[in-house]
């Protein structure tokens, strides 16, 4: 680190950095909080899309048993065509949005196939739709973590160590230039006294 001239140059220098920290902290923490809102709201609409999704598995567990049987094909029941993503700006966090899931329920001979199959397609399609609204959201939970804590690095930074580095600074400063302007009016006063006394002798 650089060391710190003790002059009034450098005093004014300090008073202002300090008043930019201080007006800028604010805005930092401002963000930080609307951050860790949104983080608050991403996690609650990932809790709720796997809490729809967990029926959905479940019911497929329980009333579906017949499907792993070797002589009813499965395959290829749904297929994803395709996943719309946009991106939101929030707070300066670029995240994922999800537009929407194009998925097609493929065709299918219903004589070659069991009654219950149409039902388990469905059930399908709506899984595979709720697997990848989680995974957006997801990744919008650990963007918006990320961002959060990059943010709180900052906030820290300004708070714990610019601003009261910059206040020590100012201070030492202060006493500094105050400790010499005493000296200087202590001397003169010494040198006035050597000269009154030069005079007198």
Known sequence: MARLALNKATLSRQVQQLKIFERFLPSLDLKRKQLLAERVKAAAALRQTEQDLAPIDSLIAEHFTMASREDVDLAG???????TLRQENVVGVKLPVLESV?????????????????????????????EIRVQVERRRLELLGVGVRKITQRVNLFEKVLI?????????????????????VVQAK?????RAAEEVG
């Open 77 to 83: 029941l749904v297929r994803v065509n395709g996943v």
């Open 102 to 130: 194009d998925i097609e329920m493929l065709e299918y001979g219903l004589l070659g196939r069991p009654h219950w199959v149409d039902r388990l397609a469905r059930l399908l399609r709506d899984t595979v739709e709720l």
């Open 164 to 184: 009261p580095r910059t206040r020590e600074n100012i201070r030492r400063i202060r006493i500094y230039l105050s400790d010499t302007e005493r000296a200087g």
């Open 190 to 194: 010494i040198s006035k006294k050597k």
